[in-house]
Each structure stands twice: as structure tokens, then as C-alpha cells.
């Protein structure tokens, strides 16, 4: 009884205080609900960019005229998750990027946050991998925040329709980062294939799986 009442009083000093600072608790919970819904959803359209590859010169989506669409993937050096699908990230380019879907691929971490995500590291990784794609720099973490990428990596499969980019598909590059050969879904796959037959994307949102953006402090 006695900690149901000291639990009570606890309560009321902070809705009290709640008040005095004209934020009533259900203000907290619309601002998360508010986070957890921002950047595009499917079906939105996207906008371009023009951002830094690592040869030094800035890239935008209107680079690719012949292009049907693009896998923007957020991404960046020294994630686990990342590097775990680097090999598929290749893969995907290689196998789309003449279909008509190159991969776009985007670091989105403020490198004085994680040094390991600096554009000399960038360079290197683009080097020692030999990236087909480009690789760009999200400098003042500008563009990520706009499509909602929360976590590296993190895929928008985006589609040309009338002189828009329009969002197909939001999510993981397939159902498993830690093994290619354990993969049921290739849900990248999936979606450019059904846009490339004119069908819907049947999976079009996922989860996805990998590190946090490391945002500037």
C-alpha cells in the first residue's frame, strides 16, 4: 500500500512539472511518434541530390539520364552490417546497373563522430573494394534525414515515372546479414525485378537491419 502511494505522489509531482514546463507528457510521445514517421514512405517522391563521390566530383541522380530508377543505399566503412553486404552491394549494381538501376551508394556518418567514415576512408574502401557504384559523401548530413535512413545499410529503390522519382521500395537488401547462402529473400532483388516486368513491388517496406547513423553532436 505504501509504494502504491509513494508511486501515486511520484506521478503527480511530474505531470505537475510537466505542466509548469507546458509540456504535458503526451507532447513526448507525439514527438516520438512524429521521428519514427519522418523521411519518405512508399509511393512518395524523392528528391535529388548533389553530393561528392571520391574521385572528387559531385554527383546527382540527373547524371543518369538513361537510368529507369536507382538503389540508393545508405551506407558507409566501418558498420559490421555494411561490411557484411558490401560483396551483395556489388553484386546488385552489377547485375542492375545495365538494366537500367545503378546503385547509388551514400555514407550518411559525420566523420568527426566516427573517423573510420572520413572521405580519405571512403576513398580507400573504394580501392580496396573496388566499387563499382559511386560512393558519396553525405556532407552536413543533409539528404539522409530527408529520405529517413535510419541505419547503415539502408535501401530506397526509386523509380522514373513522368520526371519523378518516385519511392518503390524502403528497407533491407535481403532477410540475412550474416550469410548470402542462408538467404530466402532477396528483397532488393525482388522489387527491380517486378519494376523491371511493370509489376508492383509485392514487399515493398522492410526492417532495416544494421548500424545507427552516427549524427553530429
Given amino acids: 500500500m505504501k509504494r502504491i502511494i509513494v508511486l501515486t505522489l511520484g506521478m503527480i509531482m511530474f505531470l505537475s512539472f510537466c505542466k509548469k514546463q507546458n509540456q504535458e507528457p503526451e507532447d513526448s510521445i507525439s514527438t516520438i511518434e512524429k521521428d519514427k514517421l519522418s523521411g519518405y514512405k512508399v509511393g512518395d517522391e524523392a528528391m535529388d541530390f548533389s553530393l561528392k563521390n571520391t574521385d572528387e ?3 546527382s541522380l540527373k547524371d543518369f539520364p538513361s537510368a529507369k530508377g536507382f538503389i540508393v543505399i545508405f551506407t558507409c566503412n566501418h558498420c559490421p552490417y555494411a561490411k557484411a553486404y558490401e560483396n551483395r552491394i556489388i553484386a546488385l549494381d552489377k547485375k542492375y546497373a545495365l538494366k537500367g538501376y545503378p546503385v547509388i551508394a551514400i ?16 576513398k580507400k574502401r573504394v580501392k580496396d573494394k573496388g566499387f ?13 534525414p530527408v529520405y529517413g535512413a535510419t541505419k547503415t545499410p539502408h535501401v530506397f529503390i526509386v523509380q522514373k515515372e513522368n520526371g519523378k522519382l518516385i519511392v518503390k521500395y524502403i528497407g ?4 540475412n546479414y550474416e550469410n548470402p547462402d542462408d538467404v530466402t529473400e532477396k528483397y532488393v532483388e525482388n522489387a527491380v525485378d517486378a519494376l523491371l516486368a511493370g509489376k508492383p513491388v509485392e514487399k515493398d517496406h522492410t526492417v532495416a537491419i544494421g548500424c545507427t547513423i552516427k549524427v553530429k553532436k
Fill in 132 to 144: 563499382p557504384f559511386p560512393y558519396l559523401l553525405d556532407e552536413g548530413q543533409k539528404v539522409y
Fill in 57 to 59: 566530383k559531385k554527383i
Fill in 107 to 122: 555514407n550518411p556518418n559525420d566523420p568527426k563522430v566516427q573517423p573510420e567514415d572520413s572521405f580519405e576512408e571512403m
Fill in 172 to 175: 533491407a537488401v535481403d532477410n
